[in-house]
């Protein structure tokens, strides 16, 4: 648990805000029941309690092009440990500047972020890529080859009829090109590979994957396509594989249905999103695997979700999970004294939201244990975000070696040290006694000393210094 502390906040700082409108003022603050007294989870909460994050936010109407945040972070209210980032950039390619570390301009190339984080899982025992998975442009990152390949496949030969048949030759080139992007698609490679560190269950996607030409030689013969409007479906000779639908208030549905897909069984994957004015209802359901061996079937069920924030009313969202995929993974829920524990789940989850215009809350039953207090103003922007990838420069943070480390850390220690130093004074010692545990458990420690040049170098030693010492 110590070594999720660092993934933890950085999840509670940046994804709220990615999830809202086009352009508001915000500011975030967070509250708990807490937890035991002594526990790693204290010092989470204990600094999350005295954290206020303020800023704006901007995108783009199509939210297609551009992003533009600024985040400002105090602890315990004051001025001293005021800390402020500046975030813009695409959702695939952003940058971060900070007086921080010197307003140096430092690249964030998410296609590498999940590669990145296993390195870290890898080399420091920081499950950091199951937080990078988390970010959605990642796993649509590692799926839009497959994604494109199935669309090229599937579309119209003459490009507009409203009927068609995908031939047994094509879908058999199909099979084996979605099979073979296993080896040659890198950001598929290492999301399958990822997975295979939540659990034994998550190596089993990759034996899925590369049996991919065995189930469509004795499932999928020939489909047929059917387009109408925005509405689409996909036949075998037995049933319907995938449907979707979009309707002109932006309600949406998509259903898919691979019999055989899993372990020999049937794959579904159903989605309904239902929109009622400024709000939303949405419905998922997903079942893979067996009977007998369930690797994940799940649904969630939310309502009255915002279309954009500020929320007009309260919204409720209910999440159950169940498979072997889930073991091992932690969540937190309520004990038996009413405080926030961690747990290792085995095979099932429940999770319980709720929110109104002012705060987003993990609940158990009709008690918040986790909430995250929200402000959120609209504003008019000057002009839309835009930026060209053209016009950008900055240090590749997943591309860091020993000579631009050195070089970054020459720059920034001085303004580091400037920063840290009042954070660390005023942070409740329950936060700061886990996160040094943290960083000298993963190595982090000797890493930091030696980009900021602390060492015993300049100090003399000699053998009997050793011996003087020993007598201690």
């Known amino acids: 648990m110590l070594k999720r502390i660092l993934a933890v906040i950085l999840v509670c700082m940046f994804l709220p805000v990615f999830a809202f409108g086009e352009a508001f003022h915000y500011s975030l603050s967070f509250s708990s029941v807490g937890a035991p007294a002594g526990s790693p989870l204290e010092g989470v909460l204990d600094f999350l309690e005295m954290l206020q994050i303020s800023g704006t936010f901007q995108r783009n109407s199509d939210h297609g092009i551009g992003f533009d945040l600024t985040s400002s972070v105090i602890l315990d209210r004051d001025e001293s440990t005021r800390m402020d980032f500046h975030l813009w950039g695409l959702e695939s390619l952003f940058h971060i500047e900070s007086p921080v570390w010197n307003n140096e301009n430092i690249l964030i190339n998410v296609p590498a972020m999940l590669e990145y984080g296993n390195k870290i899982y890898n080399h420091l025992d920081i499950p950091l890529q199951r937080f990078c998975i988390l970010y959605p442009y990642v796993t649509y990152n590692a799926f839009e080859p497959a994604l494109v390949a199935i669309q090229d496949a599937m579309a119209s030969p003459e490009g507009s009829l409203s009927e068609w048949t995908v031939s047994p030759e094509n879908l058999e080139a199909l099979a084996s090109t979605l099979a073979d992007m296993q080896f040659n698609e890198r950001a598929l490679r290492i999301w399958l590979d990822t997975m295979s560190t939540v659990n034994v269950s998550g190596e089993e996607l990759s034996e899925i994957w590369a049996n991919i030409p065995d189930w469509f030689a004795s499932e999928i013969k020939e489909i047929t ?206 936060t700061v006694v886990a996160l040094m545990d943290v960083l000298q458990d993963a190595g982090i420690l000797d890493i930091l000393a030696y980009g900021l040049d602390i060492s015993l170098e300049d100090e003399e030693w000699s053998e009997d210094d050793s011996e003087d010492d020993s007598d201690w």
């Open 225 to 430: 396509v059917t387009k109408i409007g925005d509405s689409e479906t996909w036949k075998t000779e037995n049933q319907t594989i995938f449907s979707t639908a979009t309707q002109p208030d932006g309600s949406y549905e998509f259903h898919v249905m691979l019999p055989g897909f899993i372990f020999g069984e049937n794959a579904s994957v159903d989605y309904i999103r239902t929109v009622h004015g400024d709000t939303y209802d949405v419905d998922f359901a997903i079942a893979l695997g067996t009977d007998e061996h369930v690797l994940l079937n799940g649904t969630c069920h939310s309502k009255a979700l915002p279309v954009n924030w500020p929320a007009s009313g309260s919204f409720s969202a209910e999440l159950d999970l169940h498979g072997s995929i889930l073991y091992g993974l932690s969540f937190i829920a309520q004990n038996s004294q009413g405080r926030l524990n961690t747990v290792q789940l085995t095979d099932s989850l429940h999770a319980e939201f709720a929110g109104d215009p002012d705060h987003i809350s993990l609940m158990q039953g009709s008690t918040e244990l986790f909430t995250m207090h929200l402000n959120a103003v609209p504003f008019t922007p000057e002009s839309e975000v835009y930026h060209r990838l053209t016009e950008w420069g900055g240090l590749n943070f997943f591309s860091l070696h020993d000579s631009t480390l050195s070089e970054f850390m020459d720059s920034a220690k001085d303004s580091i040290l400037e920063y840290v130093f009042p954070l660390v004074i005023h942070a409740p010692v329950s």
